[in-house]
């Protein structure tokens, strides 16, 4: 079955190291998304990107970075891990199909950053 | 700015009907989305609407006032499974096209 996948589900880290979260998807959508979710917060836009060319930041992308190396493959870059990125994090897909407003969402990464 | 304002909370019995409230303040507006989410698990998509009045898709339906910033979800027949956190979600335009910006959610505690 078509899929968001997200590697890994969980990761323990500490201050000041390099995190990657990584996003694959086989549903052949174009756009990909990263959100955050903290409790009370909801969900929050981090970066997005419309294809392999294109990324933007969205709400809160001050200590990420992001990479499209392929249109189904959107990978998430903590540089230097700080305590209060621990987090819940989800990547989303949309596309044109589904006139773009629906997202479809991954799993979910568990980050602690202690 | 933009913010989306939902109740955190709502506790309803089931088989009762339910409605959670969703008003925005955003910078553009294309439509407004609900999203689902069990505890551990991803939010899957509900509802869009883009033009004002009722969409309804089996149990659930969702309105939407363009002029008064404001739309809700109806919850009709209630289960116990219902039980989850529903989230609002204003689509608008963003660099290079259109982004989705999120409410808080409303966390729905259905009761035997």
């Known amino acids: 079955d078509a899929d968001v996948t997200q590697t890994p589900r969980n990761r323990i880290t500490k201050t000041g190291k390099r995190i990657m979260l990584e996003c694959s998807q086989t549903k052949g959508h174009d756009r990909m998304y990263w959100y955050r979710q903290d409790p009370g917060l909801g969900l929050r836009l981090i970066y997005y990107s419309f294809d392999v060319k294109d990324i933007n930041k969205g709400e809160i992308s001050d200590g990420y970075s992001v990479s499209r190396q392929a249109q189904a493959k959107f990978s998430l870059s903590l540089e230097s891990a700080i305590p209060n990125q621990t987090a819940l994090y989800f990547c989303?897909?949309?596309?044109?199909?589904?006139?773009?407003?629906?997202?479809?969402f991954g799993p979910g990464t568990r980050l602690t950053v202690l | 700015g933009q913010s989306l304002e939902q109740p955190s909370e709502v506790t309803a019995v089931e088989g009762a009907i339910v409605q959670i409230n969703c008003t925005y303040q955003?910078?553009?507006?294309?439509?407004l989305s609900w999203y689902q989410q069990h505890d551990g698990g991803a939010p899957t998509f509900l509802s869009y609407n883009a033009l004002d009045g009722l969409e309804e898709t089996g149990r659930f339906s969702s309105f939407l006032s363009r002029s008064d910033s404001y739309g809700y979800l109806l919850l009709q027949e209630l289960q116990m499974k219902d039980s989850a956190s529903y989230f609002c979600a204003v689509r608008e335009p963003g660099t290079g096209g259109f982004k989705t910006i999120f409410g808080a959610g409303t966390r729905l505690f259905v009761k035997a």
């Open positions: 989303a897909t949309s596309d044109l199909k589904f006139g773009l407003y629906e997202q479809f």
């Open positions: 955003t910078s553009g507006f294309y439509g």
